[in-house]
């Protein structure tokens, strides 16, 4: 991509995703269209895209680093990244689907339309979920569709740490670490501490976020040291992701998050605020872009849009 400021790329990158995830997600007569249409009705209800821009720009940024085993354009490259953010896109997709259901954090607004559930029942919204998921990891293991040695190994790699960060080391135990901290777990509650809160975090929506940029940079070719340093870089903004997330949840309106507003202190759930105060988070959300972006610095990932994306993330702006 040849953008030339953030919001360029931002555009660029959502029409890349959104036309791959068009391509990708199956139609009839693959899948009965009631299946289709709900996955789609979640898919495309107007997310960020934060994660699946995250892997394109990593793969971009470590492209134009040099620090990369293969050659060719820079198109090449987020070509090969684009199967694993879409994979990722519909995991988070799936996730927000699943959190939303009564069983969970029973929400009837997200991305700014009623849940998938309100308007296709528990049941649809359950299998759309389902669908989703198991959809990512089929499409990891189909695209892209390159009969290169080196291609296929990197493939592995972002497979494995996809469905790590997925799975019950990573979002699925910090849903479950969530329930039990938020008394919907019987017979199982907890009571968070800071670190606590920290881990849940780190597993619920940490991992995920982490595993984009980390994706981005297995399938740009990045070796192990490029790979380490960006997932420093994703493990602090995925932290200011989420404490920006825990802020706008006291201050911000429904309209303006697509979501519920004050979900987090009505169920009594252990927020940054909650435990530091308001002031105090937004200070260590800023912290953590600055430790993220000191990290590309002393990693010479400068060249992309790594960067400006670290600061995006706490204003959320685009
Ligand atoms: C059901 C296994 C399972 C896990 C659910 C991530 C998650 C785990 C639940 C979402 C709950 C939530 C609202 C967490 C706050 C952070 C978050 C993931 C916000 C939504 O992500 P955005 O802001 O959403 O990137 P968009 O709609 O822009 O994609």
Known sequence: MTATSLGEFLNAARVQVDEALDRFLPRPPVCPAIVSEAMRYSVFAGGKRLRPILTLAAAEAIHRSGGHRASGAVETTSSLALPAACSIEMIHTYSLIHDDLPAMDNDTLRRGRPTLHVVYGDGIAILAGDGLHAE?????????????????????????????????????????????????????????????????????????????????????????????????????????????????????????????????????????????????????????????RQTLVDAMVTDGWLDAIAEWVVVRKN
């Open 136 to 292: 990512a990891f089929t499409l990891l293991a189909r695209e892209p569709a390159a009969t290169d040695e080196a291609i296929a190994a990197r493939k592995l790699r972002v497979l494995r740490v996809i469905g790590d960060a997925a799975g019950p080391a990573g979002m699925v135990g910090g849903q479950a670490i969530d329930l039990q901290a938020a008394g919907q777990a019987p017979g199982h509650a907890i009571t968070l501490d800071a670190s606590g809160l920290q881990e849940m975090h780190a597993r619920k929506t940490g991992a995920l976020i982490r595993a984009s940029a980390v994706s981005g940079a297995i399938m740009a070719g990045a070796t192990t040291d490029l790979v380490n340093a960006v997932d420093r870089y994703a493990t602090d903004v995925g932290l200011a992701f989420q404490i920006v997330d825990d802020i706008l949840d006291v201050e911000g309106q429904a309209e303006q998050l697509g979501k519920t507003a004050g979900k987090d202190a009505a169920g009594a759930k252990p927020t940054y605020p909650a435990l530091f105060g308001l002031d105090a988070s937004r200070s260590m959300a800023a912290d953590c872009v600055a430790r993220a």
